[in-house]
Every structure is written in structure tokens, then in C-alpha cells.
């Protein structure tokens, strides 16, 4: 069983920077960040396996970090540059493996936050 908490979320102007954090007990394996817009179906924003390789979708390339913080047991979510479509509520998710064959696919996932909204302004 794995237990997940999002926090840092809010409402920001585009263009400015965000950074989510999601407390993991345990913080293993593979882990991913998705998103879902209102009306739009939960898609896969960045993954982190086991390995600490990262996956990112196309949209978020460039502007996004996923890392996690062994430290703090937190797998973390750095937004920068933000654009209005990266709007949405934001799940951490998890699967108690060290890797998946598709990191961005929620149906790979097994453990899920409640979510957290990120609202981005124009």
C-alpha cells in the first residue's frame, strides 16, 4: 500500500512558475505526474522510474521537472513557464515496481493522490 498526498497547487499567471510536491509513504518505484482538464480525459504530464529516468509528454518538455527527495520522501513537480492549458487538476500516482512499460499511461498506475488544482491565467 502506498499513501500519497499533493500539495503546493493554486492559481498563478501564465508565465510564472509552480512547484508540486507529493508526500509518498512509501516513496518507491515508479511514480508519475497527471493532469485532467475539466471536460478532457486524465493524461500523464512526467514519470520518474526507479531508476530516476524520467519521462515527460511533448506539451511539458522543457517547462517541467519531475525528481523525487529521498530526503523528504516527496516526489516533487517543477512547473515553469506556465500556460493557460496546463490547467487542470494535478494526481501523483505510483505503482510498486521499478519500472512500467507505459509511464504516462494512467491505467499503468495503481496508487493515486486526491489531486490538486492548478489554475493558470492568460
Known amino acids: 500500500q502506498v499513501r500519497l498526498v499533493e500539495s503546493g497547487g493554486g492559481s498563478v499567471q501564465a508565465g510564472d512558475s509552480l512547484r508540486l510536491s507529493c508526500a509518498a509513504s512509501?516513496?518507491?518505484?515508479?511514480m508519475g505526474w497527471f493532469r485532467q482538464a475539466p471536460g478532457k480525459q486524465r493524461g500523464g504530464v512526467a514519470s520518474?522510474?526507479?531508476?530516476?529516468?524520467?519521462t515527460y509528454a511533448p506539451s511539458v518538455k522543457g517547462r517541467f521537472i519531475i525528481s523525487k527527495d529521498v530526503a523528504k520522501n516527496t516526489l516533487d513537480l517543477e512547473m515553469n513557464t506556465l500556460e493557460p492549458d496546463d490547467t487542470g487538476m494535478y494526481y501523483c500516482?505510483?505503482?510498486?515496481?521499478?519500472?512500467?512499460?507505459?509511464?504516462?499511461?494512467?491505467?499503468?498506475?495503481?496508487?493515486w493522490g486526491q489531486g490538486i488544482q492548478v489554475t493558470v491565467s492568460s
Open positions: 500516482a505510483a505503482r510498486g515496481i521499478q519500472w512500467i512499460p507505459r509511464p504516462l499511461t494512467p491505467d499503468e498506475y495503481t496508487y
Open positions: 512509501p516513496l518507491t518505484g515508479a
Open positions: 520518474i522510474d526507479g531508476l530516476s529516468r524520467t
